[in-house]
């Protein structure tokens, strides 16, 4: 079945505590990000990768990094979380750019 | 700067009643609109638009996109309680980003 996953799908974590969210797709996509989706702001898109070892910022990179080793993993980084980072995690794969994504089933992280 | 707006913000309709949403957008390099169908998880995929006037349909489902006006509209027709969800549009711009409304919340009523 086609399709992206997230894990882990729920967490709470303590500020300034390391953290990884996992992103995996099974559809040899190429065009890889990551959203947070908070009340009010909508969608709003974090990174973004074209391609394996190919990455760029979004419209809400700060305190974030990721990387794109293989293909079909993309993982999230939060080097030092914050409470401003307690939101919903979207990460969402696509043929190409511009093309209609796939959603994984989300990640709901409170920092507190 | 870019943007992407959709009206209304929300909408309240009976079952049966026909709905428009409407997407307008400012990007430069303009290449593609797409539409998606939020419920209480992710968004989920319903259409790509790239040339003006071609009318996309799926169901009861249609859009089209209007490039003169740097719009886009979605319409429900025969709504049904399934179709309450939030409807998200967006618009690739600059080189690779992803740029989305914030959403028009439709809810149908029994």
């Known amino acids: 079945e086609a399709q992206v996953t997230q894990n882990p799908r729920y967490l709470i974590t303590v500020t300034g505590k390391k953290l990884t969210v996992t992103c995996s797709q099974n559809?040899?996509?190429?065009?890889m990000s990551w959203y947070r989706q908070d009340p009010g702001l909508g969608l709003r898109q974090i990174y973004y990768?074209?391609?394996?070892?190919?990455?760029d910022k979004g419209d809400v990179p700060e305190g974030y990094k990721v990387s794109r080793k293989e293909k079909r993993n993309f993982p999230l980084i939060l080097e030092s979380p914050s409470p401003n980072q307690t939101s919903l995690y979207f990460c969402?794969?696509?043929?190409?750019?511009?093309?209609?994504?796939?959603f994984g089933p989300g990640t709901r992280l409170t920092v507190l | 700067e870019d943007k992407v707006v959709q009206s209304p913000l929300s909408l309240v309709v009976h079952e049966g009643d026909t709905v428009t949403l409407n997407c307008s957008y400012e990007?430069?390099?303009?290449?593609?609109l797409l539409w998606y169908k939020q419920e209480k998880k992710a968004p989920t995929f319903l259409f790509m638009l790239?040339?003006?006037?071609i009318e996309k349909k799926s169901g009861r489902l249609s859009s089209i996109l209007d490039k003169k006006e740097l719009s886009s509209i979605l319409n429900i027709t025969a709504t049904q309680t399934g179709d309450s969800a939030i409807y998200l549009c967006?618009?690739?711009?600059?080189?690779?980003?992803?740029?989305f409304g914030a959403g028009t919340r439709l809810t149908v009523k029994p």
């Open positions: 790239t040339s003006s006037g």
């Open positions: 969402a794969s696509s043929l190409s750019r511009g093309s209609g994504q796939f």
């Open positions: 559809m040899n996509h190429e065009y």
């Open positions: 990007v430069t390099n303009f290449r593609s």
């Open positions: 990768s074209m391609n394996v070892e190919v990455t």
């Open positions: 967006a618009v690739p711009y600059n080189n690779n980003d992803m740029r």
